[in-house]
């Protein structure tokens, strides 16, 4: 279902409560929010099996967030600016006053339980407001700053669920969180230049010889996998430099970041293993993989040992 926004625009999730607030209504608002972290996303699902079961209820509301601000930004008909307008009202009700969307009882009842600031959830709005402007990027430093925005909230509303709270955390949980959208961005170069956006630098393409022309045609040129390289490199980098933030949090925590740090090396290697041509085809990450990441991550963590093996942090066949 979806509800009304105002003006013929509609926001993602089910239908708008008319009198929110009862504890029926809150528990039928994660149910929502779980339902949905379920049915779109099987990599949260398996995760969450590890997570306490008192914790998981609050991560669906916060991936209902997420999801929901995402699909605004990404796929809503009608004007998408209108609908993000909405959704940081809704987001504001949270805080001072009681929300009519299910999703944002819910998550209103996630905030008030672990003292969770406004500015990343704000942040995120604030990244599909840019997606319907900013497509394309001309250096580094502004693609990292989108990443700020786009990713590096989310790996700290899961460190304050987790009960974590020191900066320091928070940034290395940045550089765990911009590597896993890069190698998401390397992984869909295609895909996303068919949406008419293109995430490589600009003056990077241009360092490397590589034009949009090169990926409209999908001619993954010695130029174009050289500069596919550099990237897979200095997002390496990243997921290594993010790395310490497993050995500083433990239980749950520990395995649940390892996971995604894992799984986010995993596509790089993909990438390698193609030998950077993400253009003729997409590179991919089995069940089969992800199942034996989750096992290996547990397994080696139960152990007393680093929950990813070193030869993740190793490119595929260097």
């Known amino acids: 279902m979806q509800t009304s926004a105002g003006g013929g625009a509609t926001l993602p999730g089910p239908e708008m409560v008319s009198a929110p607030g009862t504890s029926e209504q809150v528990a039928e608002a994660f149910a929502h929010c779980e339902q949905l972290a379920k049915t779109h996303y099987e990599n949260f699902s398996v995760g969450t099996r590890l997570i306490p079961r008192e914790l998981r209820r609050h991560f669906y509301s916060v991936y209902a967030f997420c999801r929901g601000v995402d699909d605004l930004g990404d796929e809503a008909a009608g004007d998408r600016l209108e609908l993000l307008s909405e959704w940081e009202r809704q987001l504001g009700l949270c805080y001072d006053g009681t929300p009519a969307h299910p999703f944002f009882l819910a998550l209103q009842d996630t905030i008030m339980r672990f003292d969770i600031p406004r500015e990343p959830f704000d942040r995120l709005i604030e990244a599909n407001r840019r997606d319907q402007h900013l497509l394309k990027h001309p250096d580094y430093a502004e693609l990292l700053d989108y990443c700020d925005h786009s990713a590096n909230p989310?790996?700290?509303?899961?460190?304050?669920?987790?009960?974590?709270?020191?900066?320091?955390?928070?940034?290395?949980?940045?550089?765990?969180?911009?590597?896993?959208?890069?190698?998401?961005?390397?992984?869909?170069?295609?895909?996303?230049?068919?949406?008419?956006?293109?995430?490589?630098?600009?003056?990077?393409?241009?360092?490397?010889?590589?034009?949009?022309?090169?990926?409209?045609?999908?001619?993954?040129?010695?130029?174009?996998?050289?500069?596919?390289?550099?990237?897979?490199?200095?997002?390496?980098?990243?997921?290594?430099k993010g790395y310490e933030l497993v050995q500083s949090v433990d239980g749950a925590a520990r395995i649940d970041i390892a996971l995604f740090t894992g799984g986010g090396l995993t596509v790089l290697r993909a990438i390698e293993k193609l030998d950077y041509d993400v253009l003729a085809k997409r590179p991919q990450v089995s069940k089969f993989t992800k199942l034996n990441l989750l096992i290996s991550a547990y397994t080696r963590s139960r152990l007393g040992m680093q929950p990813l093996p070193p030869r993740l942090f190793r490119p595929a066949g260097r």
Do not use: K
């Not at 709270?165 to 550089?175: Q, T």
């Not at 390397?186 to 949009?212: C, H, I, K, N, S």
């Open 154 to 240: 989310v790996g700290h509303l899961v460190l304050y669920m987790f009960g974590y709270r020191d900066p320091a955390l928070r940034a290395l949980a940045d550089s765990t969180c911009t590597a896993l959208q890069l190698a998401n961005f390397w992984q869909d170069v295609y895909r996303d230049f068919e949406m008419g956006r293109v995430y490589l630098p600009a003056d990077e393409m241009d360092r490397f010889g590589v034009t949009e022309e090169m990926i409209e045609q999908r001619s993954a040129t010695p130029e174009f996998r050289r500069l596919m390289r550099f990237q897979v490199d200095r997002t390496r980098e990243l997921f290594i």
